[in-house]
């Protein structure tokens, strides 16, 4: 899997969008953008995946660009509950095999500002 | 709907003695199931995983061993605990969505080894 780089951590006022920035400027062709958050003492969560297209879910926004060597996701309208460690991982999409555990690096702490 | 179950939350344990952590999904058949950790300061870390019924692959050589006796139950073992056991353990399923499965994780036990 190709190797991602993110901000340690970021701000962002309650109401106001959370943009988190990516970098990954060795992926693959055939390797999708995927990510996922982790609160505080809970599992991960997915969030979104894409592979070359904007893709928008009931959760946030997924901007890759053309050359596809970085991205943003958005949370449009951060609240105090989208506090928590966000995670941008490239890979190619699991085909059910079973063998495609994920590694997450250290993320991007989030931290929403009442 | 589908739902993945992991007890107990928290555990405390000493040095030496057995583990046994257990993990359950309902609403759905023949799920891939997965055993990660995650220690302190540090990433996610696949354990092991299983495609059906008494097939598990370990990724990782270790104290550890893992069991599926059944179609949605997952069992993280140990004879002998290390302090280096000590950890964050995460069950997980996946589940298809649009393009690929996507890994859904359960509300994990915090195993702390003393």
């Known amino acids: 899997d190709a190797k991602t780089t993110q901000p340690p951590s970021m701000d962002c006022a309650e109401g106001r969008a959370a943009n988190l920035p990516c970098n990954h400027s060795?992926?693959?062709?055939?390797?999708?953008v995927y990510w996922y958050r982790q609160i505080h003492s809970q599992g991960p969560q997915y969030i979104i995946h894409g592979l070359k297209n904007n893709e928008t879910n009931e959760m946030a926004s997924l901007i890759i660009t053309e050359d596809r060597k970085s991205s943003t996701l958005i949370l449009p309208h951060a609240t105090l509950r989208d506090t928590a460690v966000y995670y941008c991982i490239v890979r190619v999409p699991d085909s059910g095999g079973g063998a495609d555990g994920l590694t997450f690096g250290k993320g991007t702490h989030l931290i929403i500002q009442p | 709907s589908q739902t993945i179950h992991q007890w107990p939350a928290t555990l405390v344990q000493p040095v030496g003695s057995p583990l046994s952590l257990e993990c359950t999904v309902e609403?759905?058949?023949?799920?891939?199931l997965y055993w990660y950790r995650q220690a302190a300061g540090r990433g996610l870390q696949l354990l092991f995983y299983?495609?059906?019924?008494?097939?598990i692959s370990s990724e990782v050589p270790q104290n550890l061993s893992a069991s599926r006796p059944q179609d949605r139950q997952f069992i993280l073992s140990s004879k002998k605990l290390l302090l280096s056991d000590s950890g964050f353990y995460l069950c997980?399923?996946?589940?298809?969505?649009?393009?690929?499965?996507?890994?859904?994780f359960g509300p994990g036990t915090r195993l702390t080894v003393t």
């Open positions: 060795t992926i693959s062709g055939n390797e999708y």
């Open positions: 609403g759905t058949s023949n799920p891939n």
């Open positions: 997980a399923w996946s589940v298809w969505v649009g393009s690929s499965y996507e890994q859904y």
């Open positions: 299983s495609v059906g019924i008494g097939q």
